[in-house]
């Protein structure tokens, strides 16, 4: 939030010039982590246009079942170039010809780099591959040269009515670009008699017979691999390989996602080869994974939610396929992002408890569920100091924890600036400190932040008190970016102030019981009956 020339830096910024915060950590650390979104790779190469490109062109790769990741896209590239040559090379050429329009088009330049628009060209690449190889054959120059146009197409439709559409209704267009550029072309071939584009016999029915357990077991990664046009072992192997090493959560939601298609196909009696083939299988993994925590944070609600909507979207494809196959298409992606889609505008309605990821945020499943976790612990330290200023206890929680280390750290910093060894910090003594350290503040700048510091109001700063506030800083800040994304679609109604009602709102999605009477009274005396926007809230978590 801006401020005026006439009011004072926030106080977190103020306090930051007296002591420096730790580091913010990005990546949650464990060997079930993943390698996560490698974002420092994208800063790295922000000034190399071809790395650049070479990298958005393979996180558009992976990004197709949500992953971000060069890494993950080398692999999933490896994979499709194994199960053809052909599917390999048109969905490269797709990816890299839908992310070069976004250049062209001057779109924004983070969505372009993490493959948001690569996504959608990669999978018109792979799509016409597929219906090629059936009708015209492998190689043809024909098909190749309309990939090319369908897929910087796509990004046409991405920066304009796909980016209406996140804009009107917090929401991402999950699908629309890619089959709303491939079903008008398939309809063109299916129905206007031309001499270039043969999209082959119709497939044949699959043949009834008894299920088989293992096979149905072996199908589950098939589904998955099966987003990419791949069924081979080496290639389903390498799918799911590089889903894994990205986001472990993501390759194990995908892999449920795919168990619902199963379930969903045996109630509705599909046939057992139309199973085992895991082809409808990648709706259901789609729309798993989107929800079960790359849209939301990864939690039991969450990842149930995404399972029945899995179900949904299988229960979908096996529906409309025979609907779709009068007109002569296929569903294409059509089930997830009618169901998907669908679920986040009820969601967003009917429970809003359930905080949805801000689009631009995105990042892997375990990232959000870092996010989850620091804006828990911090909420929960939060809600333990307020119930002590409610009751009237002393407040000194970190300091009292504090090892004698850091208290000796503290010490050293605040014995600088206690310059005639008092034992107390005037006024002159913390304007001194910072003069000295090159950090000149404003009169009233100075006057707020000593006021901050002043707990008991005694009109000097003693060693509990200034110890205390810094910690809180401290541990606020080293984990400031985490906090702050989690927080972000708490604001709503985008007033720029969070209400009573969407604070509580974020302490059901935290687990935590909503404010009390006396609670929500203590917040408006703090804030003395103005709004909370964002900084008067941290305000408030670093003096309750």
């Not at 809003?352 to 990821?357: A, D, G, H, M, Q």
Request: proline share 6%; net charge negative.
């Amino acid at each position: 939030m801006a401020t005026t020339t006439d009011e004072p830096l926030p106080l977190h910024e103020l306090i930051s010039r007296i002591l420096a915060p730790e580091p913010s950590f990005q990546k949650p650390k464990g060997l079930l982590s993943g390698l996560g979104t490698m974002q420092a790779l994208n800063q790295s190469l922000a000034n190399q246009p071809l790395l650049d490109f070479i990298n958005a062109t393979l996180r558009g790769i992976s990004q197709v079942i949500f992953v971000n990741n060069p890494l993950s896209g080398l692999l999933i590239l490896a994979a499709m170039f194994i199960q053809s040559p052909w599917l390999g090379s048109m969905s490269l050429v797709g990816t890299a010809s839908a992310t070069l329009m976004a250049i062209v088009l001057k779109a924004n330049p983070a969505a372009i780099q993490n493959g948001i628009f690569g996504l959608n060209g990669m999978l018109v690449g792979a799509a016409m591959a597929f219906f090629g190889a059936f009708g015209n054959g492998a190689w043809n120059p024909v098909w190749a040269i309309a990939a090319i146009i369908l897929s910087a197409l796509t990004a046409v439709v991405m920066e304009t009515v796909g980016t209406w559409f996140a804009t009107r209704f917090r929401v991402a267009p999950l699908g629309i670009p890619f089959n709303g550029v491939m079903l008008p072309f398939l309809l063109l071939l299916a129905f206007v008699p031309q001499p270039f584009f043969d999209l082959g016999p119709p497939p044949p029915p699959f043949p009834t017979g008894a299920i088989d357990g293992f096979r149905l077991v072996q199908s589950l990664p098939i589904g998955l691999a099966q987003v990419f046009f791949s069924d081979n072992l080496v290639s389903v192997g390498l799918v799911v390989l590089g889903i894994a090493i990205c986001t472990a959560i993501g390759a194990v939601v995908g892999l449920l996602g795919c168990a619902m298609y199963l379930l969903a196909g045996l109630l509705l009696g599909a046939k057992p080869d139309e199973l085992y083939t895991g082809f409808w299988g990648y709706n259901a993994a789609l729309t798993a994974t989107a929800i079960g925590g790359v849209f939301y944070t990864p939690n039991r609600l969450s990842i149930s939610i995404g399972l029945i909507c899995a179900f949904l979207a299988s229960i979908a494809s096996i529906l409309l396929a025979p609907l779709f196959s009068l007109l002569k298409l296929p569903v294409l992606s059509v089930p997830f992002a009618i169901v998907t889609i669908g679920c986040f505008l009820i969601l967003q309605r009917s429970l809003p408890s359930l905080v949805p990821v801000v689009l631009h945020t995105v990042a892997s499943p375990e990232e959000h569920r870092q996010r989850f976790r620091v804006a828990k612990d911090t909420i929960a330290s939060f809600r333990q100091q307020l119930r002590a200023a409610l009751q009237g206890q002393q407040r000194n929680i970190l300091f009292e924890q504090a090892t004698p280390a850091i208290k000796g750290d503290l010490r050293y910093i605040f014995d600088a600036i206690d310059r005639d060894r008092s034992g107390f910090l005037s006024t002159q003594e913390l304007a001194t400190h910072l003069h000295q350290a090159g950090k000149v503040l404003s009169e009233g700048e100075l006057t707020y932040l000593f006021k901050c510091m002043d707990k008991d109001g005694s009109g000097a700063i003693d060693f509990e008190e200034f110890g205390e506030l810094m910690l809180r800083h401290q541990r606020l800040m080293s984990r400031y970016t985490e906090f702050v994304t989690y927080f972000l679609p708490i604001d709503v109604d985008a007033d720029d102030a969070i209400s009573m009602q969407e604070m509580n709102t974020a302490l059901a999605s935290l687990r935590e019981p909503p404010l009390s009477e006396d609670e929500i009274t203590f917040l408006q005396e703090q804030t003395e009956g103005q709004p909370l926007t964002w900084n008067r809230f941290i305000e408030v978590l670093l003096l309750t």
